[in-house]
């Protein structure tokens, strides 16, 4: 490696140890080493790790040297989401900010100049106010019409604030910048720049709005702001109270300064380069798409194998679903009042909505960045499963059967996620042996099209043999294997459909 994730994780430590995160607490962990009751009976307990991070820390900085990144900070008032975002711009992009906004003075303010590429959510706020305005001189001097875009479509770092309070119009707005990198002003469209957009919300109150599912869908990740722990007051905020003693800005650039990290455009598409080089074990992907498939499935969704996943369980959805159907009617003759797959072992049932295609290329896109901040060259199940309950967490809608089997995963639906993965990595672990002759048939097809004969047949073993996997996720697999019989049927008759 060049040694760009070096440079990404002094900043890190420069934002930690300098205390402007307010939220301390490492919640992602790797190589936990020991577990520490903290109760008589044992039933809770704190994990130390020889690794661990500050998961909104974390996924800040990698979303911001991803390409067009996007991350929500959900929390209470006060809890340093909107700060904590401004400070990760500052340091990340401080030098393109100059680059972008700066007049060559040699005095550009950094939190200036991210403060006014921030949107504050309100009901009234108008697409003038986000997008751009006309260039009212030119169209009344010449009848032209020139649309001058805003500072928030300009800058390479992008704050929307409280954007749960922004109306469904405006939503909409933001949704079309972040799926297709503009927004359309009248009759014109207003690109923007390439860079990183960060969201904040606040816990629904009367003047907030649920954000609607395809705006979530177009965040990558999302992360809590928790209430503070008192012990860490005195380190918030760099152990200083801004408004008795000082100034943000200053504050800012001297620690700029102490740290002597900048990146620059060239920086940026270096460590991009360096992620998309990042290879995903094969072992992690296996379990990962496993875990998706598992979650999607729907065996009630339809009666053919295709269909048979939540996506089309449009009219009814689980746990509604799930009862529809008995199978059994005798003691010991099936699931009573159910479908099959509706017991302990799976997790189909657990969730109202699948993973879409754009989350599922989220999670390999960022566990590629996780493992290159870590240093590593390859990405590994470790790297997968910290990821997953950040991209999922505020997408998925739990159903009414997980949260009366675990009550506390009604608040903490990052823990949910959590379980769902461990859940269906066990499962898949139990079956490793079956699903890895996945790799014999793909071996195979790959033989195919480089010329060489291989035997169809040997697909439809690997077929049968599912019938052993008592899983929905053996219906993406099935499909899968019907079309690699089908290319290799083709080809061996030299037919080319």
């Known amino acids: 490696m060049s040694g760009l994730n070096e440079k990404l994780r002094a900043i890190y430590r420069a934002i930690e140890d300098s205390g402007l995160y307010i939220n301390l607490n490492h919640d992602v962990r790797f190589h936990e080493k020991k577990e520490v009751a903290l109760n008589l009976n044992e039933t809770e307990s704190i994990v130390l790790a020889e690794e661990s991070y500050n998961s909104p820390l974390l996924f800040a900085l990698l979303t911001s040297v991803l390409r067009n990144g996007t991350m929500i900070l959900y929390g209470s008032p006060g809890s340093g989401k909107t700060t904590s975002a401004e400070f990760v711009g500052a340091f990340v992009h401080g030098t393109l900010l100059r680059e972008t906004f700066g007049d060559g003075s040699g005095d550009f303010k950094v939190m200036e100049a991210i403060h006014e590429a921030t949107i504050h959510g309100h009901h009234e706020l108008t697409e003038e106010k986000m997008i751009g305005r006309p260039h009212l001189g030119k169209l009344m001097r010449d009848g032209e019409e020139e649309i001058i875009p805003r500072k928030f479509m300009l800058s390479p770092f992008r704050m929307v604030d409280e954007v749960n309070r922004l109306t469904p119009g405006r939503t909409n707005n933001l949704l079309e ?11 014109t469209k207003i690109y923007a720049a390439e860079g990183a957009t960060f969201l904040t919300a606040n816990f629904r109150d009367v003047a907030s709005s649920d954000l609607t599912p395809p705006f979530l869908d177009r965040i990558d990740v999302g992360v809590f702001a928790p209430t503070l722990n008192p012990y860490f007051l005195e380190m918030a905020g760099g152990g200083e109270d801004r408004k008795l003693t000082g100034d943000e800005e ?26 998309a080089s990042v290879e995903i074990e094969p072992e992690a992907l296996y379990i990962l798409y496993n875990f998706i498939s598992e979650l999607n499935g729907c065996a009630l969704a339809s009666p053919d194998i295709e269909r048979k996943s939540k996506g089309f369980a449009w009219f009814v959805k689980p746990p509604v679903l799930c009862a529809q159907v008995d199978d059994g009617g005798m003691a010991g003759g099936g699931h009573l009042g159910g479908c099959h797959y509706h017991n302990t072992e799976n997790i189909c049932y657990k ?15 960022y566990a590629k960045a996780l493992a290159w901040f870590r240093g590593k060259e390859r990405a590994g199940l470790e790297d997968v499963e910290a990821v997953v309950p950040y991209v999922l967490w505020f997408k998925l809608i739990p159903t009414d059967r997980a949260w009366a089997e675990r009550p506390e995963f009604m608040n903490d639906r990052i823990a949910l996620v959590k379980d769902l993965f461990e859940t269906s990595r066990n499962h898949y672990l139990k079956s490793r042996r079956m699903i890895k002759t996945l790799d014999a048939v793909l071996d195979l097809y790959e033989r195919a099209v480089h010329g060489e004969k291989v035997d169809p047949e040997m697909v439809l073993e690997a077929l049968q043999s599912l019938k052993s996997y008592d899983s929905p996720a053996k219906y993406p697999i099935a499909t899968m294997l019907r079309q690699v019989y089908r290319e290799l049927e083709r080809q061996s008759a030299g037919r080319e459909f």
């Open 250 to 275: 200053a504050l800012v650039s001297r620690l700029r300064k102490e740290i002597g990290v900048e990146l620059t455009a060239q920086d940026f598409e270096a460590i991009r380069r360096e992620i």
């Open 177 to 187: 910048m972040m799926d297709r990198g503009f927004s359309v002003y009248g009759d």
């Open 351 to 365: 969730t109202e909505n699948e993973v879409s295609v754009r989350a599922g290329k989220t999670i390999e896109r």
